[in-house]
């Protein structure tokens, strides 16, 4: 099972962005799903998460208004947009899945990661 991120890039602060994450080998849609981010030298940290039904979405205070992550389980991909993205929101972006279907168990639920994407804003 991979899960792989992409549509990262190099972005002006108040630009937007699409992020994607594939899953392959593994259906996600009875999974709820997440996206973190890590700064250089930071640690890893939550961003963004959806249930499995995507009725239900969370989200990290700073991001709230500008980010939102949606999913088309028909296609197993979940989306993180971005919106007027600041110099502050540049990291690797990663996606994540929990072990348990179809509960939200919380940020430190999330155990399999994909290759992260990275976002880069200039000022």
């Known amino acids: 099972v991979q899960l792989q991120a992409s549509g990262g890039g190099l972005v002006q602060a108040g630009g937007s962005l699409r992020l994607s994450c594939v899953a392959s080998?593994?259906?996600?849609?009875?999974?709820?799903m997440g996206w973190f981010r890590q700064a250089p030298g930071k640690e890893r940290k939550f961003v963004a998460a959806i249930t499995w039904t995507g009725s239900t979405t969370y989200y990290e205070d700073s991001v709230k208004g500008r980010f939102t992550i949606s999913r088309d389980n028909a296609k197993n991909t979940v989306y993180l947009q971005m919106n007027n993205l600041k110099p502050e929101d540049a990291a690797v972006y990663y996606c994540?899945?929990?072990?348990?279907?179809?509960?939200?168990?919380?940020?430190?639920?999330?155990?399999?990661w994909g290759q992260g994407t990275q976002v880069t804003v200039s000022s």
């Open positions: 994540a899945r929990p072990n348990e279907r179809y509960a939200y168990l919380g940020e430190g639920a999330f155990d399999n």
């Open positions: 080998g593994l259906s996600l849609s009875r999974y709820a």
